[in-house]
């Protein structure tokens, strides 16, 4: 896909580059019957203004794009992306480059914002989050070859870099934990079963569970408060409940304390409970919840300095954050039903 250029214009009118530039940028120096023919032919073929050409000019970007495809309302009340957002804008800062952040609820939606992105010069390059199994995303942006940094990975990734943690080995110490503590019934409760990475958590909490002969079974929700205290009270009604209650993120673990104690059961001498990605809000809960810790603003700045060295023309390659850790807190204990 070619974007049209003031050399095309130019052709067209049969006049210099400069006169098609005085013209479009509403400057003396043409007639204003060239002025007119100028910006029709402009019109026709669909020509947009190149906000970045003098950032660019100068090999220095001036804005990135991030798009996420999740409900506004849950994504205010998560804290991952607050923290990743603010890792990102911490470093773009310095650079003296701005983020630009757009909101859509499905991938066809995303990729036609990254398309009108790309036709109108609007960012120089895009962070790429929560990939698919099947992320058409991949080889739009390829085709469109704009510069593009995927938070997730590495597999999946086609040729784009990728800034990634290690969510199976996170995954396995979470299990571990729980199986030392006595615990042989453990459920997760994982985001939604169409994303890369809940996948990679499924499979290691499978591998894993097995490994220790222990049973593990994973429900799928939506991030949100709301189902995770759904499939909290579905996993407690079941005939053999679990005794420990994995969570994909902070907003359901809290969500899922709060539901189990208002069933009339103690947390953790009754249910453990493990949060992925310690935040505030697992300090707000009672008991304070135990919780698998990344440093998210550092993956956000991260993901930020290899976009602008991938804008900048700069080799770029996978980087590995380092491994999450285990914060352990009030929510987990011993399995009361292996003691007896």
Not at 108 to 129: L, M
Not at 288 to 311: E, K
């Amino acid at each position: 896909m070619k974007r049209p250029t003031i050399d095309d214009i130019a052709r067209r009118a049969g006049v210099s580059k400069g006169a098609v530039s005085f013209a479009l940028n509403g400057r003396p120096g043409v007639s204003s019957e060239t002025r007119r023919r100028v910006q029709a032919i402009a019109a026709e073929l669909g020509w947009q203004p190149n906000s970045l050409a003098r950032a660019l000019s100068d090999g220095r970007p001036d804005v990135l794009g991030l798009v996420v495809d999740r409900p506004a309302r849950t994504l205010g009340l998560e804290p991952f992306f607050m923290q990743l957002i603010s890792g990102i804008e911490a470093t773009l800062s310095e650079a003296s480059v701005g983020l630009l952040l757009q909101m859509t609820e499905d991938h066809e939606a995303e990729i036609a914002i990254y398309r009108k992105w790309w036709g109108q010069h609007r960012v120089a390059g895009v962070f790429v989050v929560d990939l698919r199994a099947a992320d058409a995303r991949i080889a739009a942006l390829e085709e469109l070859r704009l510069p593009a940094v995927v938070i997730g990975g590495p597999e999946g990734t086609g040729g784009l870099p990728a800034v990634w943690s290690d969510d199976a080995g996170a995954i396995a110490v979470a299990v571990e934990h729980l199986a030392g503590l006595g615990h042989r019934r453990i459920a997760r409760v994982a985001g939604p079963r169409e994303l890369r990475h809940t996948g990679v958590r499924t499979a290691a909490t499978r591998e894993t569970a097995a490994g220790l002969g222990v049973e593990c079974r994973t429900v799928y929700a939506d991030y949100s408060g709301e189902g995770g205290e759904r499939a909290t009270l579905a996993l407690l009604r079941a005939d053999e409940r679990p005794t420990a209650i994995m969570y994909d993120n902070d907003v359901m673990a809290v969500a899922g304390t709060a539901a189990a104690r208002e069933a009339g059961f103690s947390v953790p001498a009754e249910l453990s409970i493990v949060a992925w990605d310690d935040s505030a809000l697992c300090l707000l809960a009672r008991p304070h919840l135990t919780a698998v810790s990344r440093d998210i603003p550092a993956f956000g700045a991260q993901a930020a300095r290899s976009l602008l060295d991938l804008v900048l023309g700069r080799p770029v390659a996978d980087t590995q954050q380092a491994r999450p850790r285990l914060v352990l807190r009030d929510s987990t204990a011993v399995c009361h039903e292996s003691v007896q």
